[in-house]
């Protein structure tokens, strides 16, 4: 009878204590994900902008929506299923960028390169960059320029020979200048080929501070003619890269040099002209040229 009892007394007790138990040690058990649910976060493609150049990057469908993280530091335009990037200033800090094309999207990050940058970056295949360099990272591609990758050396040596021969022309046409800080830009010889324009540019450095020609950036303006009230109607600009010459030239103070390139062949009509940039290396002297089209369609064969 008194074992009955205990026995009746200590069973309500052993349900409490073992439901209490079960109680505490469940979410120990909820809190464990299985290891098929742990996933790493993709690595961010980055795409190389700079200041001077613009790059492209194209999709499988039209592009409806563009963010970038910090808008302030980038330009960026819209077109069908291309958008077209550029750094509005030196030594932008990196930011991520979101797309997206059709009812698909694209994440990847701008980064600022200090160098001359015109790269097409293709996704058009499933969102996936569609070249590679054989290393395993990704790389673009420098549109319209044939000797970007450096592929055709035979051509690259007879590029590199017309412009040796131009330099040893007479200047031809001194009245295609600007004037601006102590400095003149003038074009002095072009000629053309079945491939590319070679232009000869001098540059007099009236200031005593030496002129480093950074890069020099080439772009085909259309319809550039003003109409009423001064507004220029469906202009159009197209980045030209330089598929010959060299870059960090120097123009010592109370000189003259002279700047040879070779750009794409391009046709242009009579509301057209070449615009042609140098920007100094850590300077501001910004020299703007602009070249008649005429003054190209006409030139002679090399």
């Known amino acids: 009878m008194f074992s009955k009892l205990l026995l009746a007394l200590g069973l309500p007790v052993l349900l409490a204590s073992a439901s209490s138990a079960q109680t505490t040690s469940a979410p120990s058990v909820m809190l464990r994900p299985s290891s098929s649910a742990v996933h790493t976060a993709p690595t961010l493609l980055d795409v190389a902008v700079s200041d001077s150049s613009t790059t492209y990057l194209v999709f499988s469908g039209p592009v409806s929506l563009v963010d970038v993280g910090m808008a302030n530091n980038y330009l960026v335009k819209i077109e069908a299923n291309a958008v077209f990037v550029r750094a509005r ?9 979101l797309i997206r094309f059709g009812s698909k999207y ?5 980064v600022y390169v200090n160098r001359p940058v015109l790269q097409l970056y293709d996704f058009q295949k499933d969102g996936a960059l569609g070249l590679s360099n054989g290393a395993g990272s990704v ?10 990758l450096d592929k055709e050396r035979e051509k690259k040596a007879a590029v590199e020979g017309k412009l040796s021969a131009l330099r040893k022309s007479k200047e031809e046409h001194q009245a295609v200048a600007v004037v601006d800080n102590d400095l003149v830009l003038s074009l002095a010889n072009v000629r053309n080929d079945r491939d590319f324009t070679y232009l000869r540019f001098k540059v007099i450095n009236h200031s005593a501070i030496d002129y480093n020609v950074d890069f020099t950036d080439f772009q085909l303006v259309e319809n550039a003619q003003k109409k009423f009230l001064a507004k220029k109607k469906n202009e159009a600009r197209r980045p ?8 960090n030239q120097v123009v010592s103070g109370r000189t003259t040099g002279y700047l040879t390139y070779a750009i794409p062949l391009y046709a242009a009509t009579d509301r ?5 940039t ?3 290396l850590n300077g501001a002297r910004v020299l703007v040229l602009p070249v008649p089209s005429r003054v190209i369609n006409r030139a002679s064969t090399i």
């Not at 200033?89 to 960028?97: I, Q, V």
């Not at 694209?106 to 701008?110: K, S, V, Y």
């Not at 790389?139 to 970007?148: H, I, K, M």
């Not at 057209?272 to 042609?276: D, F, H, P, S």
């Open 278 to 280: 140098l920007r100094e």
């Open 139 to 148: 790389a673009g591609s420098a549109p319209e320029n044939e000797l970007a």
């Open 106 to 110: 694209w994440m990847g990050r701008l």
């Open 272 to 276: 057209g002209y070449l615009e042609v």
């Open 89 to 97: 200033r030196k030594s932008a800090p990196p930011t991520p960028m």
């Open 240 to 247: 030209l890269a330089p598929s010959g010459g060299g870059t």
